[in-house]
């Protein structure tokens, strides 16, 4: 990236890639002190072509490559490519497959949002304590993953026309018990963050994201939910069972930091409410559509919209009449939010301390957003 | 036996004289070695050493349960104690990287220079009336405080020589840092210097023998704690070092020993500070005698207050996250200072009612 010019009494300092905090990518920080100016980020430093290596895939053999855009959010990031698949071949997903996508999709979102909270934590400066407690937490889910899916990460379970393996005996009892176990859990962290006094000043009104600026700016999920605006890819345009679950979309009006970090927790809550349920109401039936793996799929344009645990992924499919995509285009949620971020210094104060703090309330997944 | 009867006379005269010489060694060690003994062990290098390396020990090993991890746990045994020992070991191998556009003789010297400048006020603190390694009387709390004036100074240096950006801010966040800090600490240490009459810190102690001055003191009591988390950069005050905002702050650029010795510094800032804060608030070395011996119990007494202080002070670090920069400032400007005047005032009113 050609760096841009900079005000000469600023100071420009290279955050990443090579910091504690800043993942696989560099922001350029504009300084004058404590006080940021200007925040440029330079996203590309994990870009691995997957829309490309997509294209070289007939449509079922590409869920393995888009697994790997973000890890910690793997079921929701295949369901929107599944999706996609499924439209071009015009595959219908029976009902029980559906359930199970939707339970899959859920822990991920909490597998996600975990994730997002220990850093969190960790940004304001909380010596990584609870960052540890959400990756021992993590483990409940994983167990969960390995049971059902047969591997704790990068599981490439939904197939178009639904998912690879049914439950096994007695899983809907253990999903039941591993809700349990994490409803006491998060009174935990709602005590340690939330109420934490010294964590309410270090989010409150940090980084005030104004609806209209949201909007304009094209934030989605967490963020967008953060700054009052309901919604949600799942009331959208519902996929997979969410048109059948009980659940709500979560908005919080403050708009800062603390915004987001309550909706995120809010969010597991939901998530949670969902998994109990789909445990105990699951329907009986097929899981899957058989159809031939080399399945030329008809000239066509197909887009999926889908609600990634960072927000609003949409798919946007070629198919030419080949068994493989013709072109994939992925506009992830994180690189939509990027974008939120570099305008942030110009909405609202913020200093050199808040970075961290405000980059995890965005909360980006930097090899999703360079795909 | 001839040689020793040439040597000391008959028998009994070797007795005598055996005692005798027992007695001076003893007396010797007591009185005449004191000194040698006080630079070596007790507030001296031993001390500082060893506590070093408790601390660091403990705090990774009780920090690992905080977080549900066990620890260091392979060197020495499942405890890890040799794990300190391992690491330095590792550190002092290290070679040293200086940057080619830094002084090198300044950037090689700053570290030394931030560890050992605290650790020259340990000589002030009385561990007994008798065992002061410099007393100087009447001079003892301001020369405290004057030393440990100088002290945040060398971080400044030290980010400042880095000639890196993060090094920098870190420097400047140490200087405000400070300025924010050291005013309400060394108005409610006034506030004690006139509470116990003088400025001696042998005085101060005697003058808790009944109360100490915690319960009367109660505001500067709080108020000079949190002015020691916030001189001694402890979490959750460590926002100079805060490392993920700034990636080591003033720490940055040193490697090896040099780090080693920056890391020292952050324990000898708070051995120094938590030994006033223990001689002004919190009864000194006042305890009761136990063993018979004086001088024994009154060292036991303040190195069992110290450690619980430590512990303590180490907990907090699981359970606050940092405030920013400014909140800092707030916190000391608008709360902490005007708190330790009002303390301050109390105090004076006390003294010229006559309550105390």
Redesign the interface.
């Known amino acids: 990236m050609a760096e841009p010019e900079i005000t000469p009494e600023l100071?420009r300092?290279s955050w990443g890639p090579q910091?504690?905090?800043s993942g696989q990518t560099r922001i350029l920080l504009d300084?004058d002190?404590?006080k940021v100016h200007r925040i440029i980020a330079d996203l590309g430093f994990t870009h691995r072509g997957i829309e490309k290596v997509l294209e070289n895939r007939s449509l079922i053999g590409g869920i393995v490559p888009i697994d790997r855009m973000a890890m910690v959010d793997t079921a929701n990031i295949s369901i929107g490519y599944v999706t996609a698949a499924e439209k071009a071949l015009g595959l219908e997903v029976p009902e029980r497959a559906n359930w199970i996508r939707s339970l899959v999709c859920e822990m991920s979102r909490i597998n996600s949002h975990l994730y997002a909270f220990g850093l969190q934590?960790?940004?304001?400066?909380?010596?990584?304590?609870v960052f540890?407690?959400t990756t021992?937490d993590r483990e409940i889910l994983l167990d969960l993953f390995e049971e059902l899916t047969g591997a704790r990460w990068s599981f490439n379970f939904f197939l178009p026309g639904g998912v690879y393996k049914d439950f096994p005996e007695g899983f809907a009892d253990r999903v039941v018990e591993g809700v349990n176990y994490l409803r006491n859990r998060f009174k935990d962290y709602w005590n340690a963050m939330i109420e934490?006094p010294?964590?309410e000043?270090?989010c409150d009104n940090v980084a005030i994201l104004e609806p209209k600026d949201a909007l304009r700016l094209g934030a989605t999920g967490p963020v967008l939910r953060g700054s009052g605006i309901p919604v949600d890819m799942r009331n959208e345009e519902p996929y997979a069972a969410y048109a059948d679950l009980d659940w709500e979309i979560i908005t919080e009006d403050a708009c800062d930091v603390m915004a987001r970090t309550k909706v995120r927790f809010h969010e597991i809550g939901q998530s949670l409410n969902m998994m109990e349920q789909i445990a105990k109401e699951i329907p009986e039936g097929e899981i899957k559509t058989r159809f031939s793996p080399f399945a030329r799929a008809p000239e066509g344009e197909h887009i999926s919209r889908v609600e990634n645990g960072r927000g609003e992924m949409s798919t946007h499919l070629w198919t030419n009449g080949t068994p493989n995509p013709y072109r994939v285009k992925i506009l992830p949620p994180s690189l939509r939010n990027m974008y939120v971020f570099e305008r942030l210094a110009e909405l609202s104060h913020i200093?050199?301390?808040?970075?961290?703090v405000v980059i995890n309330s965005i909360d980006p997944w930097y090899l999703d957003a360079d795909r | 036996m001839s040689i020793i009867n040439a040597a000391f006379g008959n028998a009994n005269q070797v007795h005598q004289n055996l005692a005798g010489i027992l007695a001076y060694i003893l007396e010797f060690m007591t009185v005449n070695a004191r000194p040698i003994l006080q630079v070596l062990v007790l507030p001296g290098l031993a001390f500082t050493l060893v506590f070093a390396i408790f601390a660091v020990w403990f705090e990774r090993k009780f920090l690992a349960r905080a977080m549900l991890r066990v620890g260091p746990y392979y060197c020495g045994g499942r405890s890890g104690v040799l794990q300190v020992f391992a690491d330095f070991i590792k550190l002092f191998l290290k070679e040293i990287i200086i940057p080619s556009d830094v002084n090198w003789l300044l950037f090689s010297l700053s570290p030394v220079m931030v560890s050992a400048v605290p650790a020259l006020a340990l000589v002030l603190i009385p561990f007994d009336a008798n065992w002061v390694m410099w007393d100087i009387g009447g001079l003892g709390l301001p020369m405290f405080l004057a030393i440990m004036g100088i002290a945040p100074l060398m971080p400044v240096f030290a980010g400042w020589v880095s000639n890196n950006k993060y090094s920098f801010i870190g420097s400047w966040r140490v200087a405000y840092m400070y300025i924010s800090g050291e005013i309400p600490l060394v108005i409610s240490a006034a506030a004690v210097a006139i509470m116990a009459g003088s400025f001696n810190l042998v005085d101060i102690v005697e003058a808790q023998k009944n109360m100490w001055f915690a319960i009367p003191q109660f505001i500067g009591f709080i108020v000079f704690f949190l002015g020691v988390l916030i001189e001694s950069e402890r979490t959750p005050f460590d926002i100079p070092v805060a490392e993920v905002e700034l990636v080591f702050g003033w720490r940055t650029e040193f490697s090896g020993i040099l780090f080693g010795f920056t890391m020292m510094a952050e324990y000898v800032m708070l051995q120094a500070w938590a030994l006033l804060f223990i001689t002004l608030y919190l009864g000194g070395y006042n305890g009761p005698i136990i063993m018979g011996s004086i001088i024994g119990s009154h060292i036991f007494w303040l190195l069992t207050k110290f450690l619980i202080l430590v512990v303590f002070i180490v907990l907090l670090r699981c359970v606050f996250p940092r405030p920013r920069m400014d909140q800092m400032l707030k916190i000391g400007w608008n709360y902490l200072t005007p708190i330790a005047l009002l303390n301050l005032f109390l105090v004076l009113a006390m003294k010229v009612w006559g309550v105390i």
């Open positions: 100071m300092i910091h504690p905090m300084t002190g404590e934590a960790e940004a304001t400066g909380y010596f990584p304590a540890l407690w021992i934490n010294m964590f000043m270090r200093t050199v301390a808040d970075i961290p």
